[in-house]
């Protein structure tokens, strides 16, 4: 299973160091921004499982990241814990309107922050933290390397499984193909734009060949999505 993507944004230096260490050593991937702006276009750039983001930054407020990430198509759904000071506690209230997950007040643990961050991701991505996953009539296991679409099984090569688990982690957001390639492939790996689409190919034919309707849908100029659940057949 892939490590769990954080991004961490913060102006403190002491509290960047504290998490960096204690999130990397609990096996999370860290990236950390020290400001608003910077935190939004890492977001763009690592696209983090979670954001774990201070009220009070430069630039741009803690409040305005959350506002704009719940407001943009492809971050709306990325958990978002805030870090906020004492002094700002009555902030809270606003923080839950603009859509925070959870809220920790400094001075606060690693260990506290660890366990909340398994809290939300469990409640809002149990893809991340459960070995079994479902979306519609398709279900992995990542145990055992399995996929079935209802009640037959349907044989991956292991890049079009991890093309698959990583769609099915985020069901209805769109992809460009250099996303998936840092996603599937790595983004320390050359490998050509145009593979993405080869290996959307295979996929696409393998959760087809039960005759069910294919799972993927083609954004023009945009890349892929999984289509979400709920979604009519066309
Ligand atoms: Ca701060």
Not at 2 to 21: C, P
Not at 99 to 107: I, S, V
Not at 147 to 165: K, S
Request: glycine share 6%; with cysteine.
């Amino acid at each position: 299973m892939s490590r769990t993507k954080v991004l961490i944004v913060e102006d403190e230096e002491a509290i960047v160091t504290l998490l960096e260490y204690n999130l990397g050593k609990e096996d999370f991937d860290v990236t950390v921004a020290s400001d608003g702006e910077e935190g939004l276009l890492k977001v763009e750039e690592a696209q983090p499982d979670i954001v774990i983001l201070d009220w009070m930054l430069p630039k741009l407020s803690g409040v305005e990241v959350c506002r704009q990430l719940r407001s943009g198509p492809d971050t709306g759904n990325i958990p978002v814990i805030m870090l906020t000071a004492r002094s700002e506690e009555s902030d809270r209230i606003r923080g839950l309107e603009i859509g925070a997950d959870d809220y920790l007040t400094k001075p606060f643990s690693p260990a506290e922050l660890i366990a909340r961050m398994r809290a939300v991701l469990r409640r809002i991505r149990p893809a991340l933290v459960d070995n079994q996953i479902k979306h519609g009539d398709i279900r992995i296991d990542r145990t055992a390397h399995r996929v079935w679409r209802d009640e037959n099984e349907v044989h991956l090569g292991p890049t079009e499984f991890r093309l698959l688990d990583h769609l099915m982690q985020h069901p209805g957001r769109v992809f460009s193909r250099e996303q998936l390639l840092n996603a599937v492939w790595g983004s320390d790996v050359f490998v050509e734009v145009r593979t993405v689409d080869v290996h959307i190919g295979r996929l696409r034919k393998a959760l087809k060949s039960s005759g069910a309707k294919d799972p993927i849908r083609t954004v023009r100029s945009a890349g892929y999505a999984l289509d979400t659940a709920k979604e009519p057949a066309n």
